[in-house]
């Protein structure tokens, strides 16, 4: 996720880092380019019919255009703000165990870590996961290694990692040391981090409709690759410059409804699961009393990952 300060409005013209042109710079440089030589030919080629084509049928393209792209990256948007939404649940959920631990398993301080160096694993394996990394690597600095035989067999480490959880509570509930009731909180708590497991799953696993964003880049191509000959007859050399900035916006747009549609990823404007994974671990680590603390990750090059 890009983190910086807001930019004034002089530096808008030139900030690359952050910004989608570097992504866009090859398809905005090939419409320039056909724009160019275009004009070129048509300064020394008459073009039968080029003044009558005109920009009207132009505009309304690019008018259908942007309601299709506008569309699409709502979307892409709404599943970026979903993703967004069930890391910070899982954030309250991780801060809430650590007090219910703190609380109700105050004579058990073995327990009380061995729970909570799990549901930091949780969230380190659940990034992992959602990254296609190494979830089993992810999680084992928190992980005893007592329980690494129970994660090799399992290939949802997320989930085993709840499981373990589940059944270190389990002991003290069949030896009669934590009634049923209490239980049923840290169950509740539990259900709730599997929950936003799977929340994340649905949007990792459900891209948009691939007919619908192939329709897209498409009709973005094919308009762009157009454009320069309804331009030429009414602006000349002017057209390279305004078909090339009609390509930043519409290819801008498309580029960054893709990088929307998967928030887990790794571009720049996607989510920042390490970030927030390390939140939950300063966080419950606190909860535990240990120092020092680990520190938050920082920006570098204004990327937060």
Known sequence: MIVRPRPRS????????????????????????????????????PLPGIDRLG?????????????????????????WWEGRKLWGQLVYESRSLARECNALLADDP?????????????????????????????????????????????DNVPDALLALAARELAAPLRDGRLPPYLYAVFEARLTAMSSIQAGCERILTTPLPFAYTLLLHR???LFCVLLPLGLVGALGWATPFVSALLAYAFFGLDRLG????????LEPNDLPLDALARTIEIDLFDALGER??????????YVLR
């Open 258 to 265: 893709d990088e929307l549609e998967d928030p887990f990823g």
């Open 55 to 79: 920009v009207a049928p132009f505009t309304l393209l690019g008018l259908a255009l942007s309601i299709f792209l506008s569309f699409r990256n709502n979307a892409c948007h709404e599943r």
């Open 219 to 221: 009709f973005a191509w």
């Open 110 to 154: 073995r327990l009380r870590a061995r729970v909570l160096r799990l549901a930091t694993g949780f969230a380190h394996a659940l990034a992992a996961r959602l990254r296609d990394g190494d979830s089993r690597a992810a999680a084992a600095p928190w992980v005893d290694p007592e329980f690494e035989a129970d994660l090799a067999a399992r």
């Open 292 to 301: 020092p603390l680990p520190a938050p990750l920082e920006p570098r090059g």
């Open 10 to 45: 002089w530096q808008l013209l030139y900030i690359m880092r952050g910004s989608i042109v570097p992504a866009i710079a090859p398809k905005v440089a090939v419409i320039f380019l056909l724009g160019l030589a275009l004009s070129l030919l048509a300064e020394r080629v």
